[in-house]
């Protein structure tokens, strides 16, 4: 029977009671000191089976059998812990250890099988580290498993937890393996969590929200914010070089600038083709403000239905950016800092000061000047490009402070970056402040804000300078023995060769300055238990100040400015976004189900003041004002900018049994660049997945450890085109005048023909892929198809001046793209247990672009053309063919003597010049023998990523490259005098009959060679060792005395070698959709030697 400490009669049994409290007291606090399982053995064995029953009711039950009583305080919680017992003839031993199993229940058998039931908990401290590389983790969950008990982290990873001395520990942060550690009555207990590879275990960020890996039906790639922050790079777009399939990105190498960045290939040609950027709900065009460390993970968007609740601007892909956040515990500061050296990744060899004297001699016999040079009065020369580049110079230093209590949480973090160019005076500067806070302002309701200030500044070089190094004649110095420049006229070079680039350095002043703050405040609410609200309004503002200041000075014959001029460019940039969500989030049964509806407004508002003024004195401060020049020297033009859009969206996530995925979206935007039924735009988005490996069929044959078959289909769009193309614009025109009764009229002209249907850019996509993971999580592979078409993109037409109007074009959507491909990954991660572990990955791409229609009435869309190509248009865009396809003449070698000349179809040739191939065989080469010659869109982009952890080392080797595209070297067609030439030019050139057939005379600028033709297209593949980083971890017995936490020294050697045949600086080259990789004077990429110090305090 049971005993309870409750008697009935009150009085009769006070004297029992007393003794009896007391004796059991006594045998509590001994029991306490006693092991986990009774030594004693009761008479009899008992039989039962039980559902679902509370212990106290199964204690009755065993009472019931006669054999034993229990003794037990009714306040223990977990007495009334539902279980399971299912036993035959078993011993008390047996039946209890079942019964209080995963509890903090112990049994003590005494006299009269008497058991006394207590519950026994000690206190457990602990740290919890990363297994990779040791580094603490603040803020993951330890809790008490089967209960709700628990606590988090400090900033030290440290822990403390009062828990029953039998219970289990249950150990977790998000990126991370769980882990279950049995108490077993220890006091301390150290964890070190694995990397999560299981996709169950990760957590991606998507649109408005996050997402199990697996539950994804959409193509989404996740960067963790250190895989990008521990390179040399100062915009952190340049860090995903080579990590993500799909995704080309191509560097510039001037200090500061922003990539170009193409998710899978290039779908418009018009405005911004570049991709969204969300930055803690925000939305940006370009992320130069943000500093790479500020980031704790990227999601790169790459198909349309995981895009397509972004629809107004995700037609060219979208990337998500979390900034880091602080944890709970006490303050922990970050510091993080590299200093390096940069220099150019090639370098290109031109003639010397006697290869030029010789050449410049056969110039001038094949058009009869009189120019002539000994090449024996001349040596080496000046090497321009050794005199106006160096070897550059970069720092980085950044530090933070994190920390926080369980009600509200900071991090505050400050960046300096000082990178100098690789021209001389030219160098780019960034400071960034940041600050965010949480609050769990009560157990609901969470609300909290990010603010970031950036301030940049930076001194420019001339346009085109790098074409002046390219051109320049070696037998010119620097400075002559007086200290004035080197005059090219004096030496009689003429035409092409009359700057001196020192001079050209030295009397350029500008200086480009911006400030800009951006951040977001949120609110998120949870009610109903199922429901969250989120409200945020986000933002930014930005001024930018463009200074140039051209003095008056003379220093050659062709270098001087007569007139001083002082020209400042103010702008200001403006944005809001304000954003409502609501989602409910329910699992019932087998099924999962979150809906998420939501609204957004923005508004975005630019405003740019250009004025300037003659005669303005120079200062030695730099303190120039437009009010010290003349008046009548004065002019000022300003220009603005203004649109707003409003948007509805929801999503809909299903999920059956963890198997069969269901994704549905859909947007309605309207934006005030567009009118009338134009003005919205609808986009809706359908994803499906395939658990295979939860099958019957396959769970149980342990191959898979998961297997996904997923496809989405999806509509979206872009806005990004300039503001009001759908507004009739009038221009009043001082010369249009007319008289009316004697008063003098100003008239007015159209600037531009309205098309009577403009409409936003559209894009279909649909996307299939398999995704598998085999031997315990350690492979992962994910392959798929895609295909994107560009429906009725919007460009400039040709259209007849005859109309009336200024522009000779018209804006109209004319033409459909494709962009379709194949994607790979692969990644392996393995731990040897020795101290050892490392990961291999590796992806690729093949993408192939195609124009499928142009309504242009006939007229091509070309681009690329400037007086390198002659003034002729280098690329072209066609049906059938990529976008800004390289289009010129094929070349049939070099004409080797005059007679060749009479005989050929090609007009005022010489011996020398290229010779090229009458395609259609009319018998004239013309405009009409021009073919396609070369495609500047990449087939193939590919990545190998590799970390290697042995001990306190740790190694990063990452590789990337490009195949299948072409470049257009434009520099070697910069030539219409006395230009200089490369080394390659000279050793290869034609001089003679027979000298060559492959390189044309020293002529090159003369006639037709310098049109677009096969000699300037070269290939551009390439492939490079990106990162080497080598770095070691001081052991913790060292950074414990100085008190510091972690202290990792590291070097770094980023874009070091370079595999390529282009015979330019670097075949990676930017540019504008339709003028893609045409090289001229595009600044040299660099690579990057550095030292680096990572301590956390």
């Known amino acids: 029977m049971k005993i309870s400490l409750k008697f009935r009669d009150r009085y009769s049994y006070a004297l029992k009671k007393a003794f009896l409290v007391m004796k ?44 034993y009583r229990f003794l037990y305080n009714n306040a223990l919680t977990e007495i009334r812990r539902k279980v399971n017992v299912d036993v035959t003839n078993s011993g008390l031993d047996a039946v209890m250890n079942t019964v209080f199993a995963g509890t903090s229940l112990r049994y003590k058998l005494i006299e009269n099988n008497l058991v006394v039931i207590m519950s026994q908990e000690i206190k457990v401290t602990g740290k919890v580290t990363s297994k990779n590389d040791g580094s603490t983790i603040p803020g993951a969950t330890v809790s008490l498993k089967g209960t709700t008990k628990g606590t988090v982290t400090g900033p030290d990873g440290h822990y403390s937890l009062t828990v029953p001395d039998n219970g ?17 009555n220890r006091q301390t207990i150290d964890v070190a969590l694995e990397e999560a590879i299981s996709q169950v275990q990760q957590v991606v960020v998507v ?47 001037k200090p500061g600038a922003a990539p170009t960045i193409r998710i899978r290939g290039t779908g418009s040609v018009y405005g911004d083709s570049g991709p969204l950027y969300v930055v803690d709900g925000v939305w940006y065009n370009d992320i130069s403000f943000l500093n790479p460390a500020d980031i704790e993970n990227m999601s790169i968007l790459k198909d349309a239905s995981s895009e397509a609740i972004y629809g107004i601007r995700a037609a060219n892909g979208v990337i998500l950016i979390t900034t880091r956040k602080g944890k709970a515990g006490k303050a922990t500061v970050n ?86 160019g690789l021209v001389k005076t030219n160098d780019f500067s960034r400071v960034t402040a940041r600050l965010q806070n949480d609050f769990q302002v009560f157990d609901p309701l969470k609300i909290g804000y990010t603010v970031t200030a950036t301030a940049y500044n930076t001194n420019d070089i001339p346009d085109f300078y790098l074409g002046q190094l390219y051109t320049s004649a070696p037998v010119l110095s620097v400075r002559n023995p007086d200290g004035s420049y080197g005059d090219p006229d004096k030496l009689n070079l003429g035409t092409g060769a009359g700057k001196n680039p020192q001079a050209s350095l030295d009397f350029y002043n500008q200086t480009t300055k911006r400030k800009m703050v951006t951040g977001s405040v949120y609110a998120d609410l949870r009610f109903a238990k199922h429901f969250v609200f989120h409200s945020s309004v986000g933002g930014e503002y930005g001024d930018s100040l463009i200074r140039n200041y051209a003095p008056q000075y003379k220093a050659t014959t062709n270098q001087f400015n007569n007139v001083s001029k002082l020209t400042r460019t103010n702008s200001n940039r403006q944005s809001w976004i304000v954003e409502n969500t609501l989602t409910y989030d329910n699992k019932f049964g087998d099924h999962n189900l979150r809906v998420l509806a939501g609204q957004s407004a923005q508004q975005y508002k630019f405003y740019k003041l250009i004025a300037t003024a003659d005669n303005v004195p120079n200062s030695s401060e730099g303190d120039m004002y437009l009010r010290l020049g003349n008046t009548d020297g004065r002019s000022i033009t300003d220009e603005g900018d203004l649109y707003t859009v409003a948007s509805y969206f929801g999503r809909l996530n299903y999920s059956y049994k963890d198997k069969y995925l269901l994704t549905a979206s859909m947007r309605a935007d309207g934006s005030s660049k567009f009118f009338g039924d134009n003005r919205w735009g609808y986009f809706p988005s359908v994803g499906l997945g395939w658990v295979i490996s939860e099958e019957p069929f396959l769970k149980n044959t342990k191959i898979f450890d998961n297997l996904k078959l997923r496809g989405s289909w999806g509509k979206i769009g872009n806005a990004s085109v300039p503001n009001f193309l759908a507004v009739q614009r009038v221009t009043q025109d001082p010369f249009m005048t007319a008289i009316f009764g004697g008063i003098v009229n100003t008239g007015a002209s ?102 499928l229609s142009v309504n242009t009435g006939g007229n091509p869309i ?37 007679a060749e000349v009479d005989a050929s179809a090609q007009t005022k040739a010489k011996p020398g010049d290229f010779k090229y191939r009458d395609v259609n065989g009319d018998g004239v080469i013309d405009a009409k023998d021009r073919v396609p010659i070369g495609n500047p869109n990449p087939k193939y982009t590919y990545g190998i990523n590799t970390t290697f952890n042995y001990k306190n080392f740790d190694l990063a080797l990452e590789f990337q490259g490009v195949a299948g595209v072409d470049v257009y070297n434009a520099n070697l067609g910069l030539r219409f005098g006395n230009e200089n030439f490369t080394k390659e030019f000279y050793d290869k050139r034609w001089h003679g009959e027979g000298t060559s057939n492959t390189y044309p005379s020293a002529n090159i600028g003369g006639g037709q060679n310098y049109l677009p033709n096969q000699f300037f297209v070269e290939n551009g593949s390439y492939f490079r060792i990106r990162n080497i980083q080598l770095g070691y971890t001081l052991p913790k017995t060292i950074t414990d005395r100085w008190r510091m936490q972690r202290l990792r020294l590291y070097v770094n050697a980023q874009n070091a070698f370079n595999f390529f045949s282009y015979r330019g600086f670097s075949p ?28 956390t305090f």
């Open 207 to 253: 649109g408005y929200g996050v997402q199990r890996k697996v539950d994804i039906t959409g193509s989404i790639t996740q960067v963790k914010g250190d895989e990008v922050s521990k390179q040399p790079v100062a915009n952190a777009m340049s860090g995903l070089q080579g990590k993500v399939a799909g995704v080309q990105i191509v560097n510039d190498g």
């Open 750 to 851: 159209i600037n531009t023909i309205v098309p009577p249907q403009l409409f936003w850019e559209r894009a279909v996509g649909t996307d299939i892929a398999i995704e598998a993971s085999v031997l315990q999580n350690r492979l992962f592979v994910e392959a798929g198809f895609y295909n994107r078409k560009t429906q009725q993109a919007i460009f400039d037409v040709p259209f007849p001046s005859s109309v009336g109007t200024q522009s000779s074009t018209i804006t109209a959507n004319q033409a459909d793209f494709q962009n379709r491909g194949w994607e790979f990954a692969a990644n392996w991660k393995d731990d040897l247990k020795n101290g050892f572990s490392y990961s291999v990955g590796a992806n690729m791409s093949i993408n192939n672009n195609k124009v």
């Open 335 to 420: 510091y993080n800092g590299f200093v390096g050296m940069q220099k150019a990744t090639n370098k290109v060899k031109m003639a010397n000061a006697k290869e030029y004297a010789t050449i410049i001699n056969e110039l001038s016999a094949i058009n009869n000047n009189s120019l002539r040079l000994n090449p024996n009065d001349y040596g080496q020369g000046t090497d321009w490009f050794k005199e106006e580049m160096r070897n550059a110079l970069v720092t980085n230093h950044q530090i933070s402070v994190s920390g926080g209590s369980e009600k509200s949480t900071y991090n505050f973090s400050l960046g300096y970056l000082k990178q100098d």
């Open 168 to 184: 289990t520990l249950v150990v977790s942060f998000i990126g991370y393996t769980s882990q279950e550690i049995a108490i077993n």
């Open 862 to 898: 070309y681009g690329g053309g400037d007086a390198s190509t002659g003034g002729a248009l280098a690329t072209r865009t066609i049906v059938g063919q990529p976008i800004g396809q390289y289009f010129g003449y094929i070349v049939d070698g070099i004409f080797q003597n005059q």
């Open 24 to 67: 059991l007291t006594t045998l509590l606090l001994l029991a306490c000191f006693l092991q986990v399982s009774a030594a004693l053995k009761g008479q009899g064995t008992i039989t039962l089976k039980l559902k679902k029953t509370e212990i106290a009711q199964v204690l009755s039950s065993i009472e019931q059998q006669g054999n």
């Open 1068 to 1095: 990676e080259i930017g540019g504008k959709p339709i003028s893609a990789g045409i090289d001229k004077s595009v600044y040299p990429l660099y690579a990057t030697y550095n030292f680096g110090v990572n301590v």
